[in-house]
């Protein structure tokens, strides 16, 4: 008999809530007012709560309410001191937003923080309001808040397919999950549609729009039913946290989760279905558990297989599965039930107990769970009467070596005993002299002892009959025969006996229990010393060959594993071209488990013939790979607890190649961060020290161009002189505006400009050096104005043209457009020359990196580069194309704002605008 289910906690766990509950006591508290859709109540009922802590003296401080012009709710609001907004500058308009950093000056007991999912105005400290509400919370301020159900990242799906609006704002089931308490308000379909029509969700246009889209009675009555069913889990976990706490041991029957017990009988399978049918009906999760004892672990492979597959079965079909290793079948279940408040066992209908054991007093599986689980409900599943089925091909010759190898176990593990015995009778015959009969009892007894020890359960009790009468022939009178002079040996041989098999029974079973206790610690090792030495790993080759040394020693068989190079292909492993083409992984496969990041392969639903097992290497960002294994036993990849295990292990390698991916991105990020501190640094230093002869060079050329005795070919030299001095003017003012960019010493000064203004200045800018080229424009009256720099902006449209004249021939044609692509508008300087080199519309705008690397042309390969930092600096883009018909195109991007204008006169059915940029989906 297994010992009682001990639900004490251990140190550890003692000293992790002594941990939690002093994070807990430093941290604020969330309340979440939740439910189906904007207009249930959620902000009023907050608002109650608040007003009535308001009242008792709490510090409350309405951070951000919306009230959407209720009445009733800005009744509620009034009195309560409110945190004025902050004013964010988003596209030339002033938006108010939540003053997160007023809040944690302030720090009130308090603050109300409405509309958990919103999204916070570019330029916030955190993009979303929830991350608001997290830093408020670690500085130990109390938070109530409102969300509705759509707002759920993990029924962002679903939310769509219902109502055909995709839902842009929302928020982490995780930071749901760790709310302090959830309030869930809930409004009737009906209701709420009148309350629609009542003026009191939305006013004037905007409720006629939700009227129209979200507010449909079949939307509102789904969500509802999402809301109550996300809260009832929610309930659901605060139980069992609850019922973990406060150790109660009792099944609770609050949700009828269902046990399935699986046996070794043939008909194991049918009752597995029976349980997943019922779960469905039900609507309730459920567990599927096969507790495996010493007996059944002796049974034959190929019915050792059979049962895993049926828990296999259980998994696929949705079960919680585990494989436990205990001595007392029902006492496992029922402490597994209670464990997980599982308030329904099913088990399949049982064969009766044979004469002898009912007359020894034996009881029923379902007898001794009736017995030791009296809050259990027993249910009872019809098998068929399957026969045993039949060996696959192949099989009888492996099925008659592994008998023949059981039983020369068997022989080998008996005669030990019997061997045992007599060796206990040889030590014991000399002594018989000096010591009295009761001594020689006690050497049989070791005797059994370690035959249990070392032997298992049959030969102890083979080992106790043995000791009886061995005991009875050679040391009670008369010797040398079976027959007893004195009556009271009896009592003693029956005592005997009886000690010896209960001795020989518990040493068994605790010999069963360390076996399986070392497994779980060796297991256990070797994950530790797989993630100690990965942790240490610096190169990908080194995580991969460790990764494949550790498990081919845990599943004794075949490990190979598959990581991603630069162009996300699946490099294959060193170790596979020791294989045999026949015996290699399908690289198909492999590449299968990386893009659905799912198992395939043995015992999976895809290729679950193979003879491989591939699973992907996930790692926090992305899937790093794929590891293949083929273990020399189907055990370890059926068996739940091993098969978590491989995955654990698949996921320890992702994460260590994730690991030393980006330690050399982080290496390479450094070196490029100081190759740019130094050319930036040489380039500054080297326009700044040439600026001084090149003015020198330039001064002299005017001089020697103004000297009335100067022959005409001194005056050419002397203009050709100042012709490369401005050019080489020109360069240096290329490098120090390039330095000054990346230095971030350009302060932009934008104001709302006219396009047609800028794209004039640059053409009279250009207009000696476009004297060549025929200069087309095609820039559309009633452009809108623009937020720019005119400076910036009309020397990136010089760049463009000079680029232009430098690539072209003399006489083609350079076009200048203009045109609004919404929510942009776009500049593109055109030609018809030779157009661009292959590959290259993104190359060319690297610093010096010109069009053709050995030319005439001159130029150090930083214009283009210079136009890119401008357009980053004015949050647009600009990109190189080929032209519609010939030549090359580069365009650039300007994202348009709203200019200022007089204000419109409000309208009654004018909706309230929204308090930010980004939009709410109600």
């Known amino acids: 008999m297994d010992a009682p289910h001990d639900r004490r906690p251990s140190p550890d766990a003692l000293l992790a809530q002594m941990r939690d509950a002093e994070a807990a006591a430093a941290?604020?508290?969330l309340r979440i007012y939740f439910g189906s859709s904007a207009g249930v109540g959620k902000t009023y009922a907050m608002l109650q709560a608040a007003r009535k802590l308001h009242g008792e003296g709490v510090d409350v401080l309405a951070g951000v309410v919306e009230t959407h012009r209720r009445a009733d709710t800005q009744a509620l609001l009034s009195g309560l001191p409110e945190l004025p907004a902050r004013a964010v500058s988003y596209r030339g308009k002033e938006l108010p937003e939540f003053d997160l950093d007023a809040a944690l000056a302030r720090r009130p007991a308090l603050i109300l923080v409405d509309e958990l999912a919103h999204s916070n105005v570019p330029g916030s400290r955190h993009p979303k309001r929830w991350q608001d509400v997290e830093e408020l919370l670690a500085n130990g301020i109390s938070v109530y808040t409102t969300l509705n159900v759509q707002h759920l990242e993990s029924l962002n799906d679903v939310v769509s397919g219902i109502t055909g609006i995709r839902v842009q704002e929302t928020l982490p089931d995780t930071f749901f999950d760790r709310a302090d308490e959830v309030v869930m308000v809930d409004t009737p379909a009906e209701e709420l549609i009148a309350r629609l029509k009542a003026g009191k969700v939305y006013l004037g246009a905007q409720a006629e729009r939700a009227a129209r889209n979200f507010f449909r009675k079949g939307n509102l009555m789904a969500l509802r039913e999402l809301a109550l069913r996300r809260t009832a889990d929610r309930v659901e976990d605060d139980v069992q946290a609850w019922r973990s706490t406060q150790r109660i041991g009792q099944v609770w029957k609050t949700d009828g989760a269902i046990l399935c017990a699986i046996s070794d009988s043939p008909g194991a399978g049918s009752v597995v279905r029976s349980a997943a049918q019922l779960a469905q009906q039900l609507s309730v999760p459920w567990h599927a558990v096969h507790v495996e004892t010493m007996v059944l672990r002796r049974l034959p492979a190929v019915q050792r297989e059979r049962i895993l597959r049926v828990v296999r079965l259980a998994a696929d079909l949705g079960a919680t599965t585990a494989v436990l290793a205990a001595q007392d079948v029902a006492s496992t279940l029922i402490a597994y039930a209670r464990e997980h408040n599982l308030a329904k066992l099913v088990l399949g209908r049982e064969v009766p107990l044979v004469w002898w054991r009912r007359w020894l007093g034996g009881k029923s599986l379902a007898r001794r769970l009736a017995d030791g689980g009296a809050d259990l409900d027993l249910i009872s599943v019809a098998t068929p009467r399957l026969p045993q089925p039949a060996p696959p091909l192949g099989a009888p010759g492996a099925q008659a070596q592994e008998r023949e190898r059981r039983w020369a176990n068997g022989v080998r593990r008996?005669?030990?005993?019997?061997?045992?015995?007599?060796?206990?009778?040889?030590?014991?015959w000399p002594l018989q002299w000096h010591f009295d009969t009761a001594n020689i009892v006690m050497?049989?007894?070791?005797c059994v002892v370690g035959v249990a020890l070392r032997l298992g359960r049959g030969p102890a009790v083979l080992a106790s009959f043995l000791s009886?009468?061995?005991?009875?022939?050679?040391?009670?009178?008369?010797?040398?025969?079976f027959a007893v002079s004195d009556v009271q040996y009896l009592m003693t041989f029956g005592v005997m006996l009886a000690v010896g098999l209960v001795i020989g029974q518990l040493t068994a079973g605790l010999r069963y229990q360390a076996q399986v206790a070392g497994e779980r610690e060796r297991r256990a090792r070797r994950l530790f010393e797989l993630t100690r030495e990965l942790a240490s790993a610096l190169q990908a080759e080194q995580v991969l060959q460790l990764a494949e040394q550790s498990l081919s020693h845990e599943v004794q068989g075949l490990v190979l594993v598959y990581a991603l190079d630069d162009q996300d292909r699946l490099q294959p492993s060193p170790r596979q071209a020791a294989l045999a083409s026949a015996d290699q992984p399908d690289m198909g496969t492999a590449r299968w488990a990386l893009d659905h990041g799912q198992a395939a392969g043995m015992f999976t639903d895809t290729l679950p013939g193979s003879a491989w097992l591939y699973l992907p290497l996930k790692a926090s960002m992305r899937t790093r790979g794929v590891l293949a294994l083929r273990p020399g036993s189907t055990r370890s990849v059926m068996l739940p607890e091993l098969r978590e295990q491989l995955e654990t292990y698949a996921r320890i390698v992702g994460q260590s190649l994730e690991r030393v991916h980006y330690v050399?991105?982080?290496?390479?990020?450094?070196?490029?961060?100081?190759?740019?501190?130094?050319?930036?640094?040489l380039l500054s230093a080297l326009s700044h020290d040439l600026r001084t002869p090149l003015a020198v060079v330039y001064g002299l050329a005017d001089t020697l161009a103004a000297m009335p005795a100067l022959p005409p070919q001194g005056r050419?030299?002397?203009?050709?002189?100042?012709q490369e001095a401005q050019r080489i003017n020109a360069m240096v003012n290329n490098l120090l505006d390039m330095a000054r960019l990346q230095s971030g010493a350009v302060q932009l000064r934008r104001q709302w400009q006219p396009v047609e203004e800028v794209v004039g200045s640059a053409l009279q800018a250009m207009q000696s050096a476009l004297s060549g080229h025929s200069v087309r424009t095609d820039v559309p009256a009633g452009l809108p104005m623009?937020?720019?720099?005119?400076?910036?902006?009309?020397?990136?449209?010089c760049n463009l043209l000079e680029n232009a004249i430098k690539y072209t021939p003399p006489g083609s044609v350079i076009t200048l457009s203009a045109s609004v692509r919404a929510p942009d508008l776009v500049l593109c300087v055109s030609d018809n020359g030779p157009g661009l080199p292959p590959g290259s519309a993104e190359v060319l705008f690297e610093k010096f990196t010109r069009g053709e690397r050995e030319s005439s042309i001159p130029g150090v390969g930083l214009g283009l580069a210079i136009c890119r930092a401008i357009m980053t600096a004015h949050q647009g883009r600009i990109w190189a194309e080929r032209g519609t018909q010939s030549g090359a195109s580069f365009c650039l991007s300007l994202p348009l704002g709203t200019p200022p204008s007089l204000p419109a006169p409000e309208t009654e059915d004018e909706p309230e605008p929204t308090t930010a940029a980004p939009t709410h989906d109600h």
């Open 27 to 29: 941290r604020g508290k």
């Open 664 to 681: 050399a991105v982080a290496q390479e990020a450094v070196v490029n961060i100081e190759s740019e501190r130094l050319r930036s640094s």
């Open 716 to 722: 050419d030299m002397a203009a050709a002189l100042r």
């Open 468 to 481: 009886v009468g061995l005991l009875d022939f050679f040391f009670v009178l008369p010797r040398m025969s």
């Open 414 to 428: 008996y005669g030990l005993a019997a061997a045992a015995c007599v060796a206990a009778t040889a030590l014991s």
């Open 786 to 797: 623009v937020h720019l720099d005119a400076v910036l902006i009309e020397r990136v449209l």
């Open 443 to 446: 050497l049989y007894l070791l």
